[in-house]
């Protein structure tokens, strides 16, 4: 499969045209968000491309990148949104709009397995075997062919996974409890920020 990765330095070019559905993955410097930078958003519009933005972590000045991801008009397919939308809301002073999570959807529709991790469901929907070894490596500077081709597999397969997984919940009869509680992941972020990190249903 050729894919088509290209890197964009602090923003999207003006006039590219996404589509109106695209999946979005984030790489960060580490998961504290107080401490950890926002680094790389990538984007695929599911035809064998990864569009990679290397953000200017001084100012985060990303307009062209901000305006497609609070576009209510574009479907946005995140894996685990709870934590992109995080740094995101943290780095990029945004909410992102029409959300789905296929982490949130794997937990619902495949009841059958407690294994939800993209690498997981990239295997079972596409027969795929993705590499997770640079998931922990240092996104903050120069990038290395080995970083693009992982930050790409992160977003290449979610159109395919996303599309799987809605399937099973229709089948399943479980579309509606997801979509209520895609709902909630703006509330969740928030109780993130304010370190509500636990649950809060819990006894």
Known sequence: MNIDIKLHKEDLPEHLTLGDNIAVDCEFMGLN????????????????????????RETYDAPNLKRILIDKSINKIFHFARAD???IKKYLKINVE??????????????YSDKHGLKDL?????????????????FGGE??????????????YLHK???????????????ELYN?????????????LASFTSDIWSH
Do not use: P, W
């Open 143 to 156: 990038l290395s062919e080995k970083q693009l081709q992982y930050c790409a597999n992160d977003v290449l």
């Open 33 to 56: 968000v107080e401490r950890d930078t926002l680094c790389l958003v990538q984007i695929s519009t599911g035809k064998n491309d990864a569009h990679i933005i290397k953000l200017n």
């Open 98 to 111: 029409n959300i789905n999570c296929t982490k949130l959807m794997s937990k619902l529709a495949r009841s």
């Open 180 to 192: 209520n509680a895609i709902k909630f992941i703006h509330t969740r972020v928030d109780l993130d």
């Open 85 to 87: 939308l995080l740094f």
């Open 122 to 138: 990239v295997k079972e929907f596409t027969g795929k075997d993705i590499s997770k070894n640079l998931q922990s490596s240092d």
């Open 161 to 175: 996974v996303y599309q799987s997984l809605n399937k099973i919940l229709i089948r399943e009869k479980r579309n």
